[in-house]
């Protein structure tokens, strides 16, 4: 574990991480919580502004984070591994960013030491998710693509 001030992530493998490191890379931006469609056709993945049902819109965080698997089928658990395969995670997602060498942006919530950051940046999906799956049919799903999740926001890039 590093000392009180230093990037515990800094130069390290996400294979490298303990339990509550890996959990604390999370910013909490829900974006990985929103349907994503993909093309059968041409294995394209296209963001959706609908939340899954186990998403709380209104804090960006799983409701039954404990057991979201059991409650969900399609709900995919990162690990180190397919932290570095899942293409659609969005490009400000703390473990595709590590996994990719980088560091974590000003905002994120281990360097600003303040988890409302992710908010003030226009990362979270507080205020953008539509609706959950359960409350619209696929064809409404398909209607609600967008394409800002996998965008990086304009106040996330400028330094701080």
């Known amino acids: 574990m590093a000392r009180k001030g230093e990037k515990f992530w800094a130069g390290r493998s996400l294979a490298d991480f303990s339990k509550s490191e890996w959990e604390s890379l999370c910013d909490g931006c829900g974006r990985c919580c929103l349907v994503k469609l993909q093309d059968e056709d041409t294995g394209e993945i296209y963001f959706t502004d609908v939340g899954c049902r186990l998403l709380d819109a209104a804090k960006a965080r799983c409701a039954d984070y404990g057991h979201r698997s059991r409650r969900v089928k399609d709900c995919i658990r990162l690990d180190a591994e397919s932290a570095g395969s899942l293409t659609w995670l969005p490009p ?5 960013l590590i996994g990719q060498g980088q560091d974590l942006p000003h905002w994120h919530p281990l360097v600003s030491g303040r988890s409302e950051s992710v908010v003030e940046a ?39």
């Open 92 to 96: 400000t997602c703390a473990y595709r």
């Open 122 to 160: 226009g990362v979270s999906v507080i205020g953008r998710v539509y609706a959950l799956e359960d409350d619209l049919s696929i064809d409404e799903q398909v209607e609600r693509v967008v394409s800002w999740p996998g965008k990086v926001p304009k106040a996330a890039k400028a330094k701080k």
